[in-house]
Structure formats: structure tokens, C-alpha cells
């Protein structure tokens, strides 16, 4: 068995990521207006969530560090209302504990557990989402991310960096992702084999040549073994 370790990207893969983050924006902004009024009477909850689209626009040196990216975006508001900013931790936590709060897809967890009877778990992300938050920290072996790479996916050093991390060989892990040029034409590039989540059946693209196609969850196992 040449695959030792199977790895996840985790947003739109292992659950749905716009529902996440939707939840949590209201969620964050609830906060403000609760704690800090004088930013809440300035927005309303579709002001500032394009408040922090136009400054994530602006600020493309941030985006391998989502986390970092939205506290500056809180630190600029808090200056905007001549506002001291030691409430941006706070804010943040309570946005990101709502962040982690997630619905995986149907199959999801019970593939995972099948999985790891004989394989090593893992995943990389260019997110914020917390292994341990959302509840996997039983299951992987291991998580990396963009924060900690210092470039996302698919930049080929995020997929070397886990493989280091790892002590495996490019051939030994399967990486499985929906994003054909993140994920599978960026693991592909460093020797990864890959599996396409692709649930909505869209045609391949851009010269992505993932290994396997999965419409379902149900197939992982299957398609892990036949490679």
C-alpha cells in the first residue's frame, strides 16, 4: 500500500463554507453593535461586511493570513471611530468561534473514521478553521495552513512544508479538495496524488488531472483504496 496518509482541504470540502462565514459576519456583527455602539451606529451588517470585502481587496499582502487580515480590518475601524483597540481580540474570538461552528457533509465524518483505520489524516487549508474547534482533532494526525506557510495554496511550499512536516513522500499522500487550481493542480505540482471533490459535477478545467472524481462522500474510501 504505497498511500500512507490521506489530506483535506477544508472549506467547501468538508462542509459548506459560505453558510459558515455568513453565520459568523452576522455574528461578529451583533458584537459591535452590542459592544462597541459607536462603530454599530455607523454600519449596518451589509455596510460592514463591505467594509471588510473592500479592505481585503486592498490588502492582497494579508491574504495567506485571514486571521491577521481581518484583525487589521477591525484595528482600521476602531481608528475610524477614534476608538482605543483593545476590543479587536475580543471581536475576533467571538467571530471565530462561530466561524468554527460547521455542518460537514453527509458522509463526511463516517469516511473519516473508515479512513483512519488505515491511513494518516490530515489537512491543509488556506482558512481559519481550527481542527480542534470544529471537532476533528480525534481523527487527523496533523493540520497546516497558509498563516503558518506564509504563502497559500497552490503555491507549491505549502504542500512541501506538510510533507516535511509529515516525513512522507509526495506519492505516499492523496490530497483531496473542490478547488481544481488550489487544490488539485496545486498538490498535483509537487508529486501529490489527488482526488476531485466535485459534487455539482463540473467539467475538469485549466488542465487539472486530479487522480479520482468524487460526486459523494460515500466513494473516499473506495477511490483511497484504488489508487
Sequence with gaps: MSIRCVCF??????????SVITHAEQQLYQWIATHQPAIGQRYTA????????????????????????????LSALADEAALTTDWVDDAFQHFLKA????????????????????????????????????????????SHNSAAAGVSKPEPAIFTQTLEMTGLEPHQMVYVGDDLEKDI???????????????SRRALSNGASPDAIMASFAELTHLVRSL
Design 99 to 142: 466561524r468554527n461552528e460547521v455542518k460537514f457533509f453527509p458522509d463526511v465524518l463516517t469516511q473519516l473514521h473508515l479512513l483512519k483505520q488505515d491511513y494518516r489524516l490530515g489537512s491543509i487549508t488556506n482558512g481559519n478553521a481550527d481542527i480542534v474547534s470544529v471537532g476533528l482533532d480525534g481523527l487527523f494526525d496533523f
Design 9 to 18: 482541504d477544508l472549506d467547501d470540502t468538508l462542509w459548506d463554507c459560505s
Design 46 to 73: 451589509e455596510t460592514l461586511l463591505a467594509s471588510r470585502v473592500s479592505y481585503t481587496q486592498q490588502h492582497t499582502e494579508l491574504h495567506h493570513d485571514l486571521g491577521e487580515l481581518r484583525r487589521h480590518w
Design 185 to 199: 493542480i496545486g498538490a498535483n505540482r509537487v508529486g501529490l496524488r489527488t482526488i476531485w471533490y466535485n459534487p
